[in-house]
T-cell receptor, first 117, second 113 residues
Framework: KAGVTQTPRYLIKTRGQQVTLSCSPI?????VSWYQQTPGQGLQFLFE???????NKGNFPGRFSGRQFSNSRSEMNVSTLELGDSALYLC????????????????FGPGTRLTVT | AQSVTQLGSHVSVSEGALVLLRCNYS??????LFWYVQYPNQGLQLLLK??????LVKGINGFEAEFKKSETSFHLTKPSAHMSDAAEYFC???????????FGTGTSLTVIP
């Protein structure tokens, strides 16, 4: 079974631009979460989507947004990029039961390395 | 909200020595607990997980962790470190619904030959 895939793997943007990152979860996984990883800050939770709905949200400004499609693929968007947005963005998927609760661990993609200059 | 504390952002051990990475969680109800490993330029890979079955959990690559409710701890150990164990290790806890995961800040493990 294919793992979580993220595209692109590397991205260089300029301050003020916007960026869209894509994540394809493992087949059958309907919950997708996004994290920002920076040195010293560890993994910061951005948001979690299930059934095309954002269920949980971390403490990030409104410039960070996301969505999930009917096939569970997810995108996150960052508008008006700032230097501090340079980070590794990780996507993780998990299997969920009928009630929507995760049935186990999260599986991570390789991440998208975003550099803002 | 739950939280996870990993004591020691950097740990160095000699090859063949015991590896001990500490993790404490804050939760009034035993949660689900996980240890992940991250190698450079890669995503996180699950080492092991605790989901209220046996308190001593065995994972991949010879790692194991023991859930101690009285100490709210879930420390990761490996009897003998190998050079290939050098990586970043993250402890994580999820809520009972398992929909949101909380990660520690990570511990960078260096193995000295």
């Amino acid at each position: 079974k294919a793992g979580v895939t993220q595209t692109p793997r590397y991205l260089i943007k300029t301050r003020g631009q916007q960026v869209t990152l894509s994540c394809s979860p493992i087949s059958g996984h309907r919950s997708v979460s996004w994290y920002q990883q920076t040195p010293g800050q560890g993994l910061q939770f951005l948001f979690e989507y299930f059934s095309e709905t954002q269920r949980n949200k971390g403490n990030f400004p409104g410039r960070f947004s996301g969505r999930q499609f009917s096939n569970s693929r997810s995108e996150m968007n960052v508008s008006t990029l700032e230097l501090g947005d340079s980070a590794l963005y990780l996507c993780a998927s998990s299997l969920v039961g009928l009630a929507g609760a995760a049935l186990g661990e999260q599986y991570f993609g390789p991440g998208t390395r975003l550099t803002v200059t | 909200a739950q939280s996870v504390t990993q004591l020691g952002s950097h740990v160095s051990v000699s090859e063949g020595a015991l590896v001990l990475l500490r993790c404490n969680y804050s939760s009034s109800v035993p949660p689900y607990l996980f240890w992940y490993v991250q190698y450079p330029n890669q995503g996180l890979q699950l080492l092991l997980k605790y989901t209220s079955a046996a308190t001593l959990v065995k994972g991949i690559n010879g790692f194991e962790a023991e859930f101690k409710k009285s100490e709210t701890s879930f420390h990761l150990t490996k009897p003998s470190a190998h050079m290939s164990d050098a990586a970043e290790y993250f402890c994580a806890v999820s809520d009972l619904a398992g929909n949101q995961f909380y990660f520690g800040t990570g511990t960078s493990l260096t193995v000295i030959p």
